[in-house]
């Protein structure tokens, strides 16, 4: 069965950084691309970031590039998030995702992704 599980979500203040951890288990995840999406109160889950299992290529949301870096470590099925400098439009449940294999570009679309965390509550205050 798979899992992703993620964790270090908290309660920050604007201008902190934040690293969110993601493990996935249950299977190989070579050749699957990683994501992370979140989701607002009252709002629809949007793409943040998703990293490619050689960890070349990867694809942020347009209005997050340069604050969040995206990792994986391969070998613990690790994913990580480094968010930097947050705001308080950053608060959301930040989720974890997993494709069913291999896909050729469309890292944003949301129905790429097959696997999912339960998500982790990310609060920055002004």
């Known amino acids: 069965q798979v899992q992703l599980v993620e964790s270090g979500g908290g309660l920050v203040r604007a201008g902190d950084s934040l690293r969110l951890s993601c493990a996935a288990s249950g299977r190989s995840f070579m050749n699957h691309v990683l994501g992370w999406f979140r989701q607002a109160p009252g709002k629809e889950r949007t793409f943040v970031a998703a990293?490619?299992?050689?960890?070349?290529?990867?694809k942020y949301a347009d209005s997050l590039q340069g604050r969040f870096t995206i990792s994986r470590d391969n070998a613990k099925n690790m994913i990580y998030l480094q968010m930097t400098n947050l705001k308080p439009e950053d608060t959301a449940v930040y989720y974890c995702?997993?494709?069913?294999?291999?896909?050729?570009?469309?890292?944003?679309?949301?129905?790429?992704?097959?696997?999912w965390g339960r998500g982790t509550q990310v609060t920055v205050s002004s």
């Open positions: 990293i490619s299992y050689t960890g070349r290529t990867t």
């Open positions: 995702a997993s494709t069913d294999g291999y896909i050729d570009g469309n890292y944003g679309t949301f129905a790429n992704y097959h696997y």
